[in-house]
């Protein structure tokens, strides 16, 4: 018996010691979380971690599947087609190849697959919107990081061409929540217009990373550790960013969402005719990009013989002309403020020229250059018209961006949602370097009507607060602390959070008046 009591006494003392450094581990990480919430900057930054995370996992699993899906698709229907003729040996060469996909329906399929993620986006659009401006930023972030989560488990274990159909859908769902509110998050964080133009800038770049490095991470990996693998470490990443929103964030902690104000609904923002051009010049300017992407490989086959490493690394040479993007346009717009509309206009100038020379590259060194132009341009329009959404929502409605936001979201989407599908058809009928120059002349028409948006600085204050936007002051709890708050902050005041998560403000000067409310840009 000696020996039994001596085995359960140790295992006790086992259990007693894992519990005790659970708990330990468990104060250490609360502990962690306060200092992270009582320090505004650090938090600030935290918040810009966990979005940009979340918009670079997003992007990944976007384009990860383009040189993964087509090849697993082909080799599953290739595997059927062996099954089918080992059931049936003794039928004729006819028959026992009709369970063979034809080359076009096959691209169909493929399209439809690639364009499904868009399309859904592109629906819930209008309806996460409206649910972000009514519950705030972090609950929707927390359940599309989650329903991403789910789709890329998905994706790596589907076998069929329906699973992974579900598994693109399910992504357009999480995206519509996890972007838009991501992406509204960041404007809604960094209210002064260097910090909002910096931040959305960084985050612009992580969507370009993603995009642009998810093709040969997929490809290799593929290749040399099997199709599950990249989408296995994509959703681990995407695992360890919904538990750092859960503990910095706290989605379902958060009281401030219950007296939100209620934000201009989606409808009356689609028909702002400023907000309407912003979403035009989004759309037209990332056409060539969604256009390109189904359609360039095949064309480098047929015309330039290219290898498949090539046409692999088609698109990444142009993440470093699009990160030079974004931090000029930050450089400018934080200089010359007035000239967003300017930007913009270059951008689409520039994303129309590139298009049009792209028919006339004759190798791979020749291609890089367009298409480095390209994203180059768009980096300056998506760097100069994001933060002018949330001035115009500033100015002419209420400060809740969760429906503007979605609005260049169903931009985006428009485009990427025809691309798999219209874009093959049309070099089809048309040809390749029509396309082209279709796309490239949209652009250039385009830009002049960014002019209107030329005088809008004029009407934005330099402060975007919803005070000076109304004229009976706050209402409701929500827009008495956040004014508070942003008010005390110029005055000179600090904001500390106490032991019960309240914050409190500690006077740093006495003699600092506020300055001015009327200055304008």
């Known amino acids: 018996m000696?020996?039994?009591?001596?085995?359960?006494?140790?295992?006790?003392?086992?259990?007693?010691?894992?519990?005790?450094?659970?708990s330990q581990m468990g104060e250490r990480t609360k502990q962690l979380g306060n200092v992270v919430i009582q320090d505004p900057v650090r938090k600030n930054r935290i918040i810009l971690v966990i979005v940009c995370t979340a918009l670079l996992l997003d992007n990944m699993l976007y384009m990860v599947i383009v040189p993964i899906i087509p090849d697993y698709l082909e080799e599953l229907q290739t595997a059927a087609d062996k099954a089918a003729q080992a059931l049936a040996p003794h039928t004729n060469s006819t028959n026992s190849t009709g369970h063979t996909v034809p080359k076009g329906n096959f691209d169909l399929q493929i399209g439809v697959l690639f364009a499904s993620k868009a399309i859904l986006q592109l629906l819930v659009n209008p309806i996460s919107g409206t649910f972000i401006d009514r519950v705030g930023y972090d609950i929707p972030l927390f359940i599309g990081l989650n329903i991403m989560f789910l789709s890329t488990l998905i994706f790596a274990f589907a076998e069929n061409y329906w699973t992974l159909f579900l598994a693109r859908s399910m992504q357009g769902l999480g995206s519509a929540f996890a972007d838009t509110s991501g992406i509204a998050l960041i404007a809604d964080t960094y209210t002064e217009e260097a910090e909002r133009s910096k931040s959305l800038g960084i985050a612009l770049a992580f969507i370009s990373?993603?995009?642009?490095?998810?093709?040969?991470?997929?490809?290799?990996?593929?290749?040399?550790?099997?199709?599950?693998?990249?989408?296995?470490?994509?959703?681990?990443?995407?695992?360890?960013?919904?538990?750092?929103?859960?503990?910095?964030?706290?989605?379902?902690?958060?009281?401030?969402?219950?007296?939100?104000?209620?934000?201009?609904?989606?409808?009356?923002?689609?028909?702002?005719?400023?907000?309407?051009v912003v979403a035009g010049a989004l759309t037209i300017c990332n056409?060539?990009?969604?256009?390109?992407?189904?359609?360039?490989?095949?064309?480098?086959?047929?015309?330039?013989?290219?290898?498949?490493?090539?046409?692999?690394?088609?698109?990444?040479?142009?993440?470093?002309?699009?990160?030079?993007?974004?931090?000029?346009?930050?450089?400018?717009?934080?200089?010359?403020?007035?000239?967003?509309?300017?930007?913009?206009?270059?951008?689409?100038?520039?994303?129309?020229?590139?298009?049009?020379?792209?028919?006339?590259?004759?190798?791979?060194?020749?291609?890089?250059?367009?298409?480095?132009?390209?994203?180059?341009?768009?980096?300056?329009?998506?760097?100069?018209?994001?933060?002018?959404?949330?001035?115009?929502?500033?100015?002419?409605?209420?400060?809740?961006?969760?429906?503007?936001?979605?609005?260049?979201?169903?931009?985006?989407?428009?485009?990427?949602?025809?691309?798999?599908?219209?874009?093959?058809?049309?070099?089809?009928?048309?040809?390749?370097?029509?396309?082209?120059?279709?796309?490239?002349?949209?652009?250039?028409?385009?830009?002049?009507?960014?002019?209107?948006?030329?005088?809008?600085?004029?009407?934005?204050?330099?402060?975007?607060?919803?005070?000076?936007?109304?004229?009976?002051?706050?209402?409701g709890l929500y827009d008495t602390i956040k004014m508070e708050q942003r008010e005390k902050k110029r005055k000179g005041l600090c904001t500390s959070i106490d032991e019960n998560g309240i914050e409190t403000f500690a006077q740093r000067s006495h003699s600092e008046e506020e300055s001015s409310g009327g200055e304008y840009a």
């Open 287 to 475: 056409i060539p990009l969604a256009f390109l992407e189904p359609t360039i490989a095949n064309w480098m086959e047929e015309n330039m013989h290219s290898s498949q490493w090539e046409i692999g690394m088609t698109w990444f040479p142009a993440f470093f002309p699009h990160v030079l993007g974004v931090f000029l346009t930050v450089k400018l717009a934080a200089k010359y403020p007035h000239l967003q509309w300017f930007y913009g206009a270059i951008g689409m100038v520039f994303i129309g020229a590139s298009s049009c020379t792209v028919p006339a590259c004759k190798n791979f060194g020749q291609l890089m250059l367009p298409l480095c132009g390209i994203c180059f341009g768009i980096a300056f329009v998506d760097t100069a018209l994001l933060p002018t959404l949330a001035f115009l929502v500033d100015v002419r409605h209420v400060s809740v961006y969760g429906s503007v936001y979605a609005i260049a979201d169903i931009s985006y989407c428009l485009a990427y949602a025809l691309g798999p599908i219209a874009a093959g058809q049309i070099v089809h009928n048309l040809g390749f370097v029509q396309l082209n120059l279709g796309m490239g002349l949209a652009n250039v028409l385009y830009a002049p009507a960014l002019l209107l948006l030329k005088n809008v600085t004029q009407l934005k204050p330099s402060f975007s607060e919803r005070n000076m936007l109304l004229d009976d002051g706050p209402t």
């Open 2 to 22: 000696e020996p039994e009591e001596t085995t359960q006494g140790h295992a006790t003392n086992l259990a007693q010691s894992a519990a005790s450094k659970l």
């Open 209 to 276: 990373f993603g995009s642009l490095v998810a093709p040969p991470f997929g490809g290799v990996l593929y290749q040399f550790a099997g199709k599950r693998v990249p989408f296995l470490i994509l959703a681990c990443i995407c695992l360890i960013d919904g538990i750092l929103c859960l503990l910095v964030l706290k989605p379902y902690r958060n009281r401030e969402r219950e007296n939100m104000p209620v934000g201009t609904p989606i409808y009356k923002l689609m028909i702002d005719p400023y907000i309407a």
